[in-house]
């Protein structure tokens, strides 16, 4: 009787270092073979710990990517050139008003105030010193 072993194989290369990791039609191990090292066989569990393992060890340390709120619009937080900045002038001057600006940009609001703050359009609010309470007791 002959025994007929098929496999899988994937190789891949790490700056001029062939690998490969051989893993049999059952899946139950793989081995991995590296140059200059003995080959490492694992089980399938093992092989998939270790790879959370190597996840969760890369991204240690480095900041989390922010996730973007998807109710901001496309170009929110965006920057500005000179080409924007004029046809965002040029709007204004015409009289389109800040909600329709944000669509047309893709912008917030908020953007778009800022935006014609910078660009000398809108003055910046003053900020108002609160009126001190007056006590009617010693008024």
Known sequence: ???????????????????????????A????????????????????????IIQTLDGAGKPQAKQRRVDLPAN????????LDAELSGLWQDGMDIAALA??????????RSRLKRLGFILPEPEIEPEAE??????
């Not at 007056?134 to 008024?139: E, K, L, S, T, V």
């Open 76 to 83: 929110a937080g965006a920057s500005w050139n000179k080409v």
């Open 103 to 112: 669509r047309r940009f893709e912008r917030t609001e908020g953007g778009i």
């Open 1 to 27: 009787m002959v025994a007929v072993v098929r496999r899988q194989i994937v190789e891949w290369d790490v700056k001029g270092k062939a690998f490969a990791l051989l893993i049999p039609d059952d899946g």
């Open 134 to 139: 007056i006590d009617p007791d010693h008024a």
């Open 29 to 52: 191990v793989a081995e991995l073979r590296a140059p200059g090292g003995p080959a490492i066989t694992l089980t399938r569990n093992e092989w998939t710990a270790l790879a959370e």
